[in-house]
C-alpha cells in the first residue's frame, strides 16, 4: 500500500517557476514507476512526467519538455516535479502516482494504482 501527498502549488506569474513534491509512504516505494498527471478546468486528466523506478527512463509530454523536470528521492520517499517557465496553460491540478509494476513510465491513468489528492498550479499572464 502507497499513500501520496502531493504540495508546492500556488499562483505563480507567467515565467515562474515551481517545485512540486509528492511525499510517498509505504515501504516498497522505491520499486514503484512514479508519475506526474495534471487535470486543467474542464479538460480530462492528462500525462505530464514518469520516471522508472531505478530513476533513471524518464519520460515527459511534449508540451513540457524543456520546462518540466521529473526526479526522486527515495531516501526520502519523494518524488519532485520541478517546473520552470509557467505558461497560463499549466494552470491545473496536479497529481503524482505510483504504479505497483516494475516497467517504464505509462502514460495512462489506468497503469496506475496509487493517486494523491493534487496540488493546484494557477499561472498568470
Known amino acids: 500500500q502507497v499513500q501520496l501527498v502531493e504540495s508546492g502549488g500556488g499562483l505563480v506569474q507567467a515565467g515562474g517557476s515551481l517545485r512540486l513534491s509528492c511525499a510517498a509512504s509505504g515501504r516498497t516505494f522505491s520499486t514503484y514507476p512514479m508519475a506526474w498527471f495534471r487535470q486543467a478546468p474542464g479538460k480530462a486528466r492528462e500525462f505530464v512526467a514518469g520516471?522508472?523506478?531505478?530513476?533513471?527512463?524518464?519520460d515527459y509530454a511534449d508540451s513540457v519538455k524543456g520546462r518540466f523536470t521529473i526526479s526522486r528521492d527515495n531516501a526520502k520517499n519523494t518524488v519532485y516535479l520541478q517546473i520552470n517557465g509557467l505558461k497560463p496553460e499549466d494552470t491545473a491540478d496536479y497529481y503524482c502516482?505510483?504504479?505497483?509494476?516494475?516497467?517504464?513510465?505509462?502514460?495512462?491513468?489506468?497503469?496506475?494504482?496509487?493517486w494523491g489528492q493534487g496540488t493546484q498550479v494557477t499561472v498568470s499572464s
Open positions: 520516471m522508472r523506478w531505478s530513476g533513471d527512463g524518464t
Open positions: 502516482a505510483a504504479d505497483h509494476q516494475r516497467r517504464p513510465p505509462q502514460r495512462v491513468q489506468s497503469a496506475y494504482d496509487y
